[in-house]
C-alpha cells in the first residue's frame, strides 16, 4: 500500500523478511550499488526527482545519476540540523555516523532522542511504514563507518538476514507542556467491527490572546484521526455544543446522530493529525493566534476491525511563546471538495481548484480521505510555480506532511489544484460522507 514514502528523507529498503525478492533484480557489485538499488531506485527516485517539490524541499535528488553526490557529503536544507553542524553523510568514519543527518533520520530505534532532542528535524522514516529492520540499518551504519565510499564492498550482505524489526513503544501519556495548555479525551471505549466518531467541547483556560507554537499529540493505536476545530464567528448560541458532553456521530447500531453532528457546520480548523504521535513545531518567528478564552471541538474517529473491544486515547499539548516572539500570524488552510460521487467497481478522478486572492506562503500541508483513496495531488495553477505538483500521498491512513523550509509562496490570483483519485471496489456507490466506508477530499495546512 505503501509505495511512495514522502517528505524529506525516504530511505525505506525494499528487502524485508516478507518480502519475495529475485536477487537479481539487485546490484550488488559495491556497497553503494546495493544502497542505490535496493533503497533508493526503488524507494526514493520516484519522488526525489529534479524539479520535484520533494526534492527541492528536502534538497536532496536520489536518481541513480546523481543520488550519490547528493548524498555524500552534501550539506543538508533542514535549519535545525544545519545549525547543528550536521551532513547528509560524511566520509570521516564513525565520527561521521553522529554527524549524518541521513543516519539521525532512518535510526528508529533511537527514536526518544530523535523526538525529544531534536524536535525541528522533522519525521523519522520510513514516513507512516514499518521501520528498517535491524540489518537494513546494519547495512547503513557499517557503510558510513567505512568511509561511505563509492567503489568497493565494506559491508557483507549476511547481515540483511536479520529481519527482526523495531517496535514503536507503547502509547505513552504525554506530559504537561512547560508553557501552553494540555487537551485531553478518554480513556474511551470503542466496540467490536465498528467507526467510534465523537466530538467533545473543552475550554483551554487562556484569559488573554495566545500564541502556539507547536503541536503535540500522542494517540492509543486504532485511530484514523484528532482533530481541533474552533467555531466561526457567526455560530448561532443555540448550536454550541456543551462543554465536556460526548457526542457520538453514530449511535449503538451505526445509526447517524444529526443533533450531535450540527455544530460540524460551523467548524474551522485548528490542529490535528491521522498520525498516532505529531510533533509540529511553526518556522522562526511564527505562530498560531489562540484567542482569549478559547474553547475547541475536539474530534476523535477510531477504527475497530477487530473482534473485541478496544481502548482509545488521546493526548494533546499546545506549547504557546511569548507574543513579542511573534513575527507572523499563521493563518488556517482547509481546503474541502464535499462534490463526490464515486460509480460501483470503477476507478474515479476527482479535482477541484481554490483561488488565492492574496499573496500566501504556504509552510504545511497535508491531506485527508478515506480508503478508497489511491492518489492525493496537489498542483499549482498560474504562477511562478504552475503546472509544479507540491504535494503527494497514497497512504490515506497516514498521510504525509509536508513541511516547507522556504514557504511555497502563491502570488495573488494562484490557484491550488486538488485531484484525489479512489478506487471504488464494491458494488455501491459512494459519496462524500464521515465513516471510513465514506469519502472525503480534503487538504489542511497553515499559511502567512
Known sequence: MKQNALF??????????????????????????????????PKCANCHVAGSSFAEQ?????????????????QVKNAAAKKDGLEMVGTQGLPSLYKSYFWEKVNYPDEDHFYNDHPN???????????????????????IVAGAPKAGKVVDLKVLEDTRRYERPAFRPLEKPVQGYQLK????????????????????????????????IEMRAGSHHFLIYNFRAN??????????????I??????????????????????????????????????LKMP??????????????????????????LHTVDKSQVKYEANILDLNNTNIFLPPKQKTTLQKSFTFNKQTR????????????????????????????????????????????????????TKLRLEATYDNTTNNAISFGLTADDEMMILFGYYY
Not at 524485508?16 to 533503497?39: A, H, L, M
Not at 528536502?58 to 552534501?74: N, R
Not at 528535524?121 to 557503510?143: I, S, V
Open 121 to 143: 528535524y522533522g519525521a523519522l522514516m520510513p514516513l507512516g511504514d514499518d521501520p528498517l529492520t535491524n540489518g537494513e540499518l546494519e547495512l547503513l551504519r557499517q557503510w
Open 362 to 413: 504556504i509552510i504545511m500541508l497535508f491531506s485527508h480521505a478515506h480508503q478508497y483513496m489511491t492518489s492525493f495531488k496537489v498542483f499549482v495553477e498560474g504562477g511562478a510555480n504552475n503546472g509544479k505538483m507540491v504535494y503527494f500521498a497514497d497512504d490515506w491512513e497516514h498521510p504525509p506532511i509536508l513541511t516547507f523550509n522556504d514557504p511555497l509562496i502563491l502570488e495573488a490570483g
Open 58 to 74: 528536502s534538497g536532496l535528488i536520489l536518481t541513480e545519476d546523481v543520488a550519490y553526490e547528493e548524498t555524500v557529503s552534501s
Open 235 to 248: 455560530t448561532p448560541s443555540s448550536i454550541m455544543p456543551k462543554e465536556g458532553v460526548i457526542r457520538d
Open 250 to 287: 453514530w449511535d449503538a447500531n451505526g445509526g447517524f446522530n444529526m443533533l450531535n453532528a450540527a455544530p460540524m457546520q460551523y467548524h474551522t480548523f485548528f490542529g490535528g493529525t491521522q498520525w498516532p504521535r505529531l510533533d509540529y513545531t511553526f518556522p522562526e518567528g511564527v505562530a
Open 185 to 216: 479525551l478518554g480513556p474511551f471505549d470503542v466496540a467490536p467491527n465498528f467507526n467510534r466518531e465523537f466530538f467533545v467541547f473543552q475550554k483551554v483556560g487562556n484569559l488573554v490572546d495566545t500564541y502556539v507554537k507547536r503541536f503535540e
Open 292 to 317: 482569549a478564552n478559547a474553547g475547541f471541538d475536539l474530534n476523535s474517529h477510531y477504527v475497530n476491525k477487530g473482534k473485541e473491544k478496544i481502548t482509545g486515547e488521546v493526548y494533546a499539548n
Open 8 to 41: 524529506f528523507f525516504l530511505f525505506a529498503l525494499l528487502l524485508t523478511g516478507c518480502d519475495v525478492k529475485n536477487v537479481d533484480e539487485f546490484d550488488d557489485s559495491t556497497t553503494w550499488r546495493s544502497i542505490q538499488t535496493r533503497i533508493l531506485t
